[in-house]
């Protein structure tokens, strides 16, 4: 039987409600279907296939319990606690860079204007112990000028040692302050390396593997106890940065 061809193709309005639902449909599982594999959205920025999140927070299980670990501050933390967080450690060999600093011309020149205060003065005493000698040229014992040469060198002597105990404490008075100058200028270089290179924590240390510096046992021992990391990686080490921050030469 042939179909009439005048016979009108147009759709019921029931019809037409079944094709636009069987497009939605269509359209819905074809989104579906490139979200489930793709795991992100036509519309999302891309993602490596290794990447994980982004998330608040990641709950880790365990048989003690679950520990949920967030960003706080940029470092991995887990709890409100500040002190659980993970935070980045290096180190800083400091012997030689307290050297260095103290060895510049600022410190030395320093060092030395004291140095020549101090010469002057132990000039003076050799010149009164020079003009007693002369005072009493081959004096001996039994002499009449015996007693009063003897009180004379007696008495200079007690000012001297006088003088070289105040010399002493100044000096070491002095040392002291141009050592902790130097530890602050280590410190602020410290400061800016460990700012730069995103660092929280920067111990001083004694590279293990290097040879003791002592004959006696109490130093030997001294410098075990100052060997702060029995092993540590090499790049934590970040003593050539702060070397370089503070413009000093390379460490042999």
Not at 32 to 51: E, I, K, N, Q, W
Not at 135 to 154: C, I, M, T, V, W
């Amino acid at each position: 039987m042939i179909p009439n061809m005048n016979q009108s193709t147009k759709p019921s309005s029931g019809q037409g409600l079944l094709i636009v639902f069987g497009s939605l449909l269509a359209g819905m599982l074809g989104a579906f279907l490139a979200l489930s594999v793709s795991g992100t959205p036509a519309v999302a920025t891309r993602m490596l296939p290794t990447d994980l999140g982004p998330a608040d927070a990641l709950i880790l299980s365990g048989k003690d319990g679950n520990v949920t670990v967030t960003n706080q501050e940029g470092r991995l933390a887990w709890s409100d606690s500040p002190s659980s967080r993970a935070y980045s450690i290096a180190c800083v060999y400091i012997d030689p860079i307290l050297k260095g600093i103290l060895s510049g011309d600022r410190f030395s020149n320093d060092r030395s204007k004291f140095d020549e205060e101090a010469k002057i003065q132990g000039q003076e005493f050799e010149r009164k112990s020079k003009a007693l000698q002369e005072k009493y040229p081959d004096l001996k014992q039994g002499d009449a000028a015996y007693e009063s040469a003897r009180g004379e060198y007696k008495a200079l002597q007690v000012e001297y040692e006088k003088w070289m105990t105040a010399l002493q404490k100044v000096q070491s008075k002095h040392m002291a302050e141009q050592v902790e100058k130097a530890y602050g200028e280590l410190i602020a270089a410290v400061d800016i390396v460990a700012e730069r290179k995103k660092i929280d924590f920067v111990y001083r240390f004694i590279p293990a593997a290097r040879a003791f510096e002592s004959s006696e046992l109490a130093s030997a021992m001294m410098q075990v106890q100052a060997r702060t990391f029995l092993r540590s990686p090499s790049g934590t080490d970040i003593s050539e940065d702060v070397i370089k921050e503070l413009g000093l030469p390379a460490a042999p």
